[in-house]
T-cell receptor
Framework: QKEVEQNSGPLSVPEGAIASLNCTYS??????FFWYRQYSGKSPELIMS????GDKEDGRFTAQLNKASQYVSLLIRDSQPSDSATYLC??????????FGAGTRLFVKA | EPEVTQTPSHQVTQMGQEVILRCVPI?????FYWYRQILGQKVEFLVS????????KSEIFDDQFSVERPDGSNFTLKIRSTKLEDSAMYFC?????????????FGDGTRLSIL
């Protein structure tokens, strides 16, 4: 059974701080990795995609991938209260199926 | 910005009835997906669809479910003989390419309530 694991949280950080969200996956053949943000009662919204080892930056967001450790993370710099949401890690193993983690709830305190 | 649209936003149905959930994917996307999210649980893959056929499906997607692209714009999910446990949010998604994993863009979802 292919799994994507995330700490459910909640993760609480003060406004302006760096939020660090982590994800591990079980299938070594996984090729594509995604971070989605989901506000309560809303649909997942794509934040970042990453396909190769290392860091990928987009504005305040940085995704990090380490395939040897089967680990992917998301850093949010200068966290804002509007960043408060559930962050979903999603992994594709090469076919058409994308597996989602249960998500980490983030609270950014003003 | 182009978006995936889903209708209805909320569907209430009696157990045992059939429901059809509708989606209009982003116009230049070729790959379409349905996902389910039971309240408080993770997003679960149901099925992917390309070139008028199912490309992959999960163990959840049994004979009760079917998908169809009846015309050039709509993509539907049909659930026959609904059960209480079918109550969930159903999300449609689309991507310009498919295999190997491409970012998928989600619609706002249909909340399905089975009574």
């Amino acid at each position: 059974q292919k799994e994507v694991e995330q700490n459910s949280g909640p993760l609480s950080v003060p406004e302006g701080a760096i939020a660090s969200l982590n994800c591990t996956y079980s299938d070594r053949g996984s090729q594509s990795f995604f971070w989605y943000r989901q506000y309560s009662g809303k649909s997942p919204e794509l934040i970042m995609s990453i396909y190769s080892n290392g860091d990928k930056e987009d504005g305040r967001f940085t995704a990090q991938l380490n395939k040897a450790s089967q680990y992917v993370s998301l850093l949010i710099r200068d966290s804002q209260p509007s960043d408060s949401a559930t962050y979903l890690c999603a992994v594709n193993t090469g076919g058409f199926k994308t597996i989602f983690g249960a998500g980490t709830r983030l609270f950014v305190k003003a | 910005e182009p978006e995936v649209t889903q209708t209805p936003s909320h569907q209430v149905t009696q157990m045992g009835q059939e429901v059809i959930l509708r989606c209009v994917p982003i116009s230049n996307h070729l790959y379409f997906y349905w996902y389910r999210q039971i309240l408080g649980q993770k997003v679960e893959f149901l099925v992917s669809f390309y070139n008028n056929e199912i490309s992959e499906k999960s163990e959840i997607f049994d004979d009760q479910f079917s998908v169809e692209r009846p015309d050039g714009s709509n993509f539907t999910l049909k659930i026959r003989s609904t059960k209480l446990e079918d109550s969930a949010m159903y999300f449609c998604a689309s991507s310009p390419r498919g295999e190997g994993g491409q970012p998928q863009h989600f619609g706002d979802g249909t909340r399905l309530s089975i009574l």
